[in-house]
């Protein structure tokens, strides 16, 4: 019989040899060390079945030694079987993890304690189980760098993965939430009432939608959310990844923005409401006053004593400016309204309405190219634009022999129109200011307008969805005004349709 139980023995020991299991057998009383050949290459112990318990001690990694120790007592004082993992380190310094398991048999008489146990190497394990721990760790790093909550849950409704941020929703550790059925995070009430959204996403449907959800602590925060569908090596639905993006504060500054909007508004009909009373309520006692003066001159006529004529004259051009001044508060708060139809315009004849309204001096000339194209627009405010750009370019030349150029660009969605003159530029200290309302270049006695013509003509622009900008002429001398105008939708069914085959330059003046 024990013949054939030794025989049994080696046939179960060359079958875990042959598996790499090694065996090792330890006397407590003579401290002796027996190990197979198996045990003996994974320890990196010299040949021989006999060893030194100590030498095989030191193999063990320091960190993990008096844990393998504790354990070979826990089992020594009553617990029979120990099992760890450890490190080894060979005779070259190369790590490998080792898993051993072991039983304790206590002294039979005349006899000593033993311990038997194997070894498995695990190393190839161990690394996996480590790469896929930096890659889980690098999963959540980037999970928690998400600008909100991020999840995976798979088709059995069960949360498998969670960002740091749910921590901070729930108010609990994240590996208490993870490997629960969502509904027992969410509640079952929750769950039912989204329960429609997860089984379309499950069937391979992405879903975005808003919402507002409410915190424990009583407070309130917006979400978008997105549910997209997450698929396995095979192609198969295996659950679904949710992400919650916190639009709480853009909520806020959108309502923000509205309410400023809504008091802009408001501001903005406060100021209309001004600038009809100043030119209807302050135009009628303005018109008495010139009226007055106009009396004055002419019953002082020949009244030469001081400089009453002098005076009179002053104030009948002060009372001239200042209801110029109200016309143009007027035509700025208006610069948006009564914008008029969309009609075929030919903007030539339409420059040439303009020029012949405005007080051109005898001598300048006023070019309006042939490329002043034939437009669906609306009339009133481009009119207004020119009007402002053709009469600032007159008003500010130094030489009323000047030349002022009028043409234009067409591009894909829009046209360029362009006022270039050849007077005296703008200097760059004022570059900035020039749109700005009441700016004016001159001071003094001899300064015309009052500086609103530029600031109402980017009034409409903008409101057209342009832009407005100067640059200095092409030789470098002089001023080019320049401004963008969208095209709008085709309109030969509308009023005013030319011909748009006049095509030619004007010279007026001398």
């Not at 309520?281 to 018109?287: G, K």
């Not at 067409?410 to 749109?435: H, M, N, T, W």
């Amino acid at each position: 019989m024990s013949e054939v139980l030794k025989e049994m023995e080696e046939e179960v020991a060359a079958l875990l040899s042959a598996a790499g299991v090694g065996i090792y057998r330890y006397n407590l009383g003579s401290n002796a060390l027996t190990m197979d050949e198996s045990c003996q290459a994974l320890f990196d112990l010299p040949g021989g079945k006999a060893s030194d318990f100590d030498a095989f001690k030191n193999r063990i990694h320091p960190e993990d030694r008096d844990g393998y120790l504790e354990a070979v007592r826990q089992a020594a004082e009553g617990e029979d079987t120990f099992s760890i993992d450890f490190r080894v380190v060979r005779s070259d310094d190369t790590v490998i993890f080792l898993s051993s398991r072991g039983k304790f048999s206590p002294a039979i008489a005349g006899g000593a304690p033993i311990f038997q146990g194997v070894c498995i190497d695990v190393t190839q394990r161990a690394q996996l189980e480590g790469e896929l721990r930096n890659a889980e760790a690098r999963m959540q790093h980037l999970a928690d760098g998400v600008p909100g909550l991020l999840a995976f849950i798979d088709k059995t409704y069960t949360i498998r993965f969670l960002s740091s941020q749910y921590e901070n929703w729930f108010d609990e550790p994240r590996e208490k939430l993870v490997h629960q059925h969502i509904s027992e995070v969410i509640g079952p009430d929750t769950f039912l009432r989204r329960k429609e959204k997860y089984d379309r996403v499950l069937a391979g449907e992405t879903i975005c939608y808003e919402e507002t959800r409410h915190t424990d602590s009583g407070g309130e925060r917006h979400f978008t959310v997105t549910y997209h569908p997450s698929r396995d090596d095979a192609g198969e639905i295996d659950g679904f990844i949710s992400l919650l993006t916190d639009i709480t504060t853009r909520r806020a500054m959108e309502q923000a923005l509205e309410d400023k909007s809504r008091e802009l508004q408001r501001s903005n009909q406060e100021l209309e409401q001004f600038a009809y009373a100043a030119s209807h309520d302050l135009q009628a006692p303005l018109r008495a006053i010139e009226l007055q003066v106009q009396w004055l001159m002419e019953d002082l006529e020949h009244f030469d004593n001081g400089r009453v004529q002098e005076n009179l004259v002053l104030l009948k051009n002060r009372s001239s400016d200042l209801n110029g001044l109200l016309r143009d508060l007027l035509a700025y708060a208006r610069a948006e309204k009564n914008v008029g139809e969309i009609r075929h315009t030919d903007t030539k004849e339409l420059t040439q309405d303009v020029v012949r309204l405005l007080a051109v001096p005898e001598g300048m000339t006023i070019e309006i190219d042939e490329s002043l194209p034939t437009i669906a627009t609306h009339h009133a405010p481009l009119a207004q634009v020119l009007h402002h750009l053709i009469g600032n370019a007159i008003r500010h030349h130094p030489d009323k022999n000047g030349r002022i150029h009028i043409y234009a660009e067409e591009r894909k969605d829009q046209y360029v129109f362009s006022v270039e003159d050849d007077g005296a530029g703008i200097p760059d200290e004022f570059a900035k200011k020039v749109f700005e309302m009441f700016r004016t270049l001159e001071t003094g006695e001899s300064h015309q307008g009052n500086g609103m013509g530029l600031a109402i003509a980017k009034k409409i622009i903008e409101w057209q969805g342009g832009l407005i900008w100067f640059q200095p002429g092409p030789s470098g001398d002089g001023t080019v005004f320049k401004f963008t105008w969208k095209k709008l939708a085709d309109a030969s069914h509308l009023t005013g349709a030319g011909d748009g085959n006049r095509t030619h330059v004007i010279s007026l003046g001398s």
